[in-house]
């Protein structure tokens, strides 16, 4: 499907800083007509909660705090849009889908950047509704055949993405730099994988600095150990990265990752990545030249001394990593355009 001039019913959590707010932007460069349905907006977000956390694990589904199903039906009724995009539509109902269709004679695509499997992702609501996508698209390799074991009738698998606009290198001067970064640093919610890695990297005496929701309630007593518990998003996550020396990758356990956006997102603002090592990983940057990857704590802790006293090699791999970003096609309108060639067209 040529993006140029389609109008696209866009549902997604378009909070500043999201990925799918980067997607819909993307789509929008490419010369798409976009016409936004905000599955996230600031008072659904208030309204969220831990009940609301365990209703999605138990019940049907999450609730729609944004109203955002009403608001699919009314717009694809007065809008009859060619394209309804949905990013991880946990909150859309299948009859939301059908309707969206029969009102306006889109087709329907759908995108996750999660492991679907993953229990605080899967339920019923969501699995109900899979039949009804023309075309899915999954960042996770394996998230191929689970789609498709649940009814999703084409799954394709396509890569993470960086947003030039916000993923960039920023020249920082000297306050702002110690203000966010240092010479080790994770940007990222707390998992207890990678907490006990940064713990164990922290007691070696390695000045690590961690930025992001959950670490509040962890406890490490290693006085080289910085704990900013609270997320950063946008300009200052850009800014983040390129405060650091070496920033750690780690991949979230729970969503069984092979790459995640961090993966690109380091690179692309000209930052040095150090990241567990994946085939994933070592397909989208050489290892060594274009990125550094360990394979346990004992690489980890080796290969960050061994880089923290080689400046100039960390700064070469890290312009090599951005060069790869550009060179290959990692941004969100290069990903876009490869999923609109693989989105069908419209029967009508």
């Known amino acids: 499907m040529n993006p140029n001039d389609l109008k696209v019913l866009y549902v997604g959590d378009l909070w500043e800083g999201s990925t799918a707010l980067h997607r819909m932007q993307a789509l929008a460069a490419l010369g798409a007509r976009i016409v936004p349905v905000d599955t996230l907006p600031p008072a659904a977000q208030k309204a969220q909660g831990r009940f609301h956390r365990r209703v999605q694990r138990r019940l049907f589904g999450p609730p729609d705090l944004a109203g955002a199903n009403d608001a699919i039906r009314r717009l694809a009724a007065r809008e009859r849009p060619d394209l309804l995009w949905v990013d991880k539509g946990v909150t859309i109902d299948p009859a939301t889908l059908r309707e969206a269709r029969s009102a306006s004679g889109c087709v329907i695509a759908g995108y996750s950047p999660d492991d679907m499997m993953n229990p605080g992702n899967l339920c019923r609501r969501y699995v109900r509704g899979l039949p009804e996508y023309d075309v899915y698209f999954t960042t996770k390799s394996y998230g191929v055949e ?18 030039p606009r916000t993923h960039r290198p920023v020249v920082l001067d000297g306050e702002r730099r110690r203000a966010l970064g240092g010479p080790v640093g994770f940007v990222g919610m707390w998992e207890r994988e990678r907490a006990a890695s940064i713990g164990r990297i ?56 092979l790459q995640t956006t961090r993966s690109i997102e380091i690179p692309a603002c000209g930052a040095f990545m150090l990241a567990e090592r994946t085939d994933e990983h070592r397909e989208l940057f050489d290892e060594g030249r274009e990125a550094e990857f360990f394979g346990d704590d004992d690489e980890l802790l080796d290969k960050i001394r061994f880089y923290l006293a080689r400046p100039a090699l960390r700064e070469a791999i890290a312009r090599a990593g951005l060069e790869r970003c550009l060179r290959s096609g990692y941004s969100n309108e290069a990903r876009m355009a490869w999923m609109m060639a693989r989105v069908p067209v419209p029967a009508r």
Do not use: H, M, T
């Open 146 to 163: 689970d789609l498709e074991r649940l009814g999703a009738r084409e799954v394709r698998f396509v890569g993470n993405a960086y947003d």
């Open 202 to 257: 922290a007691a070696a005496g390695v000045p690590v600095r961690v930025w992001g929701g959950g670490w509040e309630r962890w406890r490490c007593d290693a006085p080289s150990l910085r704990v900013e518990p609270r997320p950063v998003f946008a300009d200052e996550y850009a800014q983040a990265l390129c405060a650091f020396d070496i920033n750690l990758c780690f991949l979230r356990k729970a969503n069984r990752d």
